[in-house]
Every structure is written in C-alpha cells, then in structure tokens.
C-alpha cells in the first residue's frame, strides 16, 4: 500500500498531458508521468519515489501505436511489453522483452516505462541503442524526434515536463541478424546478472550490455575492438574488455570480478555466434 | 482530487465505490469489496499470489493502482465457479497450504482461455508468474495439462 496521497490525471492526448503536467507544477505539486505504474507502485510503496501527483499516458493514441510507416517501426511508449511481444514485429526486441520480468508482469509493464525506469537494467534499451532508432520526445515547443543513440546517456534525457511518446526504427535494421544472452545468478525470471544484445550490420558486429554498469550501454571502442579481425578471438575479446570505461557493478547478484568472467564468455559466444556467418542465431 | 468515485464491474457485479487514487486494485477488492481470494504477498510484483483477471488478461493486483481498473471487467477466483482448472487443481493435488492457489489458478484460468492448445514449453513459461514454496510445480503442470487435453478431445467431437 502506498501511505501517501496523488492526484491521478489521464489525459487523452499529448498536448492535454503536457498542460496538465505544467498545471500540477503551478500547483505546487511534483508531477510524474505513468506509464505501466508498476515502478510507481512497487517503489512508491518504499517511499523511493514519491509524488503529489501521477499523468497516466495510456489513453493517449500515440503512446499505444505499434504500425510501420514510411520505411520506420513505431512502437508507443506505453504498450506493454506483452503487447510488442505478441505482435513481433521487431523480433530483437520480442527476445529481449520476453526475459524481462515474467509472463504476468509483462502484461503491466510498458516499453516506455522500461526505457524511462528508475532500476539500473533498462533491458529494452538495447536494441535501439545497436539499430537506427529515434526518440520521439513531447515537449512544450512541440514533438521532438533525436537519434536514440544520442538521447540516450545513461538515463533518457527528458526535459522538465516532456515525456518518452514513442520509438522508431529503421524498418531494414528490425530483420539483421541478432543475438541474445541474459545471464542471472539464478532461476529464470528476474534481473539479469549480465544481459548481452548482439547484433551484424554491414559484417561489423555491435553490442550493448544491461547489468554490467550502473545503466545499459554501448560502447564504440569496445566494439572497434571485437571487430579486429586480424587478431584472435581471446585478443580480441581481451582489449575489448580493457575499454569498458565505467565501473563494474559488484553487489549480492555478483561481483565485479565475476561480471567480468561472464562477460568475457558472452563476448565469446558472440564472436562465435556471428563467425563468417551471415544468419539469425 | 486524491480520492474519487470508481465503478468496478468484478466478477459480473458493477459496484460504485471511493477509492484513494494511490490505492492497489489488491487492497480495495480484499479490504473494501471483501474479496479475500487474491492473497497479499511480496506486494512487488513477484510471487503472482494476487493475480486476478482485468479484461482476459491475467494481471497482478498489487502492481495494479485501483483507479486504472474502473470500467474494466475484472476477475477473481470468487468469480470462477467449479472452472474445470478448479477440479484439476483438487484431482492432482495440486496444492498443499493453498496460499499460493487463487493466484495459480486464475493465471492458468488465462492460460487455458488465450492458449488451449498450449506446449509444455509455454505453459512452463507461464507458471514462472507464480511462485509456490509447498508444491513442485508438477501437480501444478499437470493440472493444467489435464484441463487443456480434456477441452482438447470435447472440441474434437
Ligand atoms: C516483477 C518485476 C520484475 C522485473 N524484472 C525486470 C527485468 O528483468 N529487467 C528489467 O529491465 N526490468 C525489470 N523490471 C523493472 C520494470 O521493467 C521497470 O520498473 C519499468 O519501469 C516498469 O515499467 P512501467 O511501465 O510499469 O513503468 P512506470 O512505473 O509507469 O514508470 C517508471 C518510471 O518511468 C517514468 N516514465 C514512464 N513512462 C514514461 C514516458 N513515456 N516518458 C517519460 N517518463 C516515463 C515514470 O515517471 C517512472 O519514473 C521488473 C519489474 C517488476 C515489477
Ligand atoms: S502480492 Fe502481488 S505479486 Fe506478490
Ligand atoms: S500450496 Fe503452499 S505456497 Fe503453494
């Protein structure tokens, strides 16, 4: 049970959510979008976010859209992750979305309240950070489309009052050859202790990671380096690792040395997923 | 408004309530609608003890707030009655202290709804929602399995 009081708006489209979120503000009250709700409530109940008053998105068309349009994917911010499992649409996503939480959950939680989560995993991030994906940001001058990639630094980056509407991607990248690993300490539903999103474009191979560092990543270096074709495997897999720049999570899950183990064994089954093979492992 | 008037349609029933905004769809069906079915467990969206159905989808009522329920059709165990799962779930012994039961069996209530012709693999899958520390799982499994064959050979004739 959550022991303190919000105001619960639901607007029916973007420009109502965005005055109601500055009307909240003048009223004193801190505002927060909500989307599933599911980290609202869970760390709302542990007073770890507190709040006067929620907007939630999810009568909002843009936000619930899954359709293809002019050579892109558009996934709304507030599908559920059972939603853009089902529909398959961007199977990547679909692997990566399927081991996040469980079957039950994932009816409540959304894509957008993934990418936009407080929890340091952010599973559903990967894949717009390795395929040519935007951000289609609400924002008081009106709505904004950037590069994921450059949106995307450690947290989304929102500005006071704008939210996460939707996602698009490429519609050539939604079909490369793609391959996914979500290590855990244990059992088969939960956090990972490493997730690894691998995916070939042009023969080059890129990859992003949940669970490594505080926040989902991809690394260019890293990458420039698994891409040494000249030097072996173990070379290659050893200067990658050298140019993680961010400090390893060490914690009950796992510790860094031992993240860094796992991680070296992903990047193997990668190297090896994707040798001299041009196919969807 | 921190509070607000709510209609809820539970288990065929409308019933128009004042709920509090920041209130779980758990806490309202036990402690206002006296639904006891749905347990209260971790309360974060772990141990599935609080599933209930909204709109044929099984979800967990304590990551639910109340107010995103109204107008939806919603669920309970209370509302199953002698639901052929119900009777496997008592011919396999599928339980033992039975806490982790309503929760079981509307999550498998949904399963058999949207996958009648569900795999081992998927209904593996879907039993991961739930947890239960009495059981191994397999009466459980095999509950299912029992109510999905049965409908299976009655919609064959
Ligand atoms: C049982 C369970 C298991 C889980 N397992 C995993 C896991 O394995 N991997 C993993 O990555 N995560 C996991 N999570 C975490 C979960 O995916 C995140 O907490 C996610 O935030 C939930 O999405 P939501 O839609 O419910 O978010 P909400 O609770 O609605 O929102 C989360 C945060 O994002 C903000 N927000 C939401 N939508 C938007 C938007 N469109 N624009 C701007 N801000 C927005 C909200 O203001 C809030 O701060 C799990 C959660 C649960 C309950
Ligand atoms: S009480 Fe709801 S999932 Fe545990
Ligand atoms: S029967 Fe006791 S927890 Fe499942």
Redesign the pocket.
Known sequence: MISYDFEYAKPATIDEALDQFQTFEKQGKNP???????????LGRKNR?VTNAVID?KAIPE?TVIQKQEGKLVLG??LSLTEVIEQNVFPLLSEIAM????NT?RN???L???I????V????VLPFLLTESEAMIATKKGLERRPFTKRFNQQLQ?GQGE???QVTTKESDLTLPFLTMKKRKQWDV???LLTTAALQKESRVKVAF?GLCAFPFRNEQLEHRLNACQLSNDERIEQAIREVDTPLLDDVHGSAEYRKFVLKNSLMDVLNAFEGADRRW | MVKNEVTLHVNGETRSLYIRNAETLLYTLREKLGLTGAKPGCL???CGACTVEVNGAAIKSC?MLTIEAANQQITTVEGLQDAPIQTQFVEKFAFQCGYCTPGFIMNCNTLIEKYPEANETVIKKWLESNICRCTGYKEIEDAVKAVLTSNQADSSV
Not at chain 1, 32 to 42: A, Q, W
Not at chain 1, 116 to 119: F, L, R
Request: with cysteine; net charge negative.
């Open positions: 927060i979008y909500f989307s599933g709700g599911t980290e609202i409530i869970t976010i998105i936000c911010a507030a081991e996040i939480a469980d959950a409540k939680i959304t957008g309240g993934n936009c989560s407080n929890i995993y952010k599973e559903a929102l939210f996460l509407v939960g956090y990972p949940s | 974060n969206g772990d990551i």
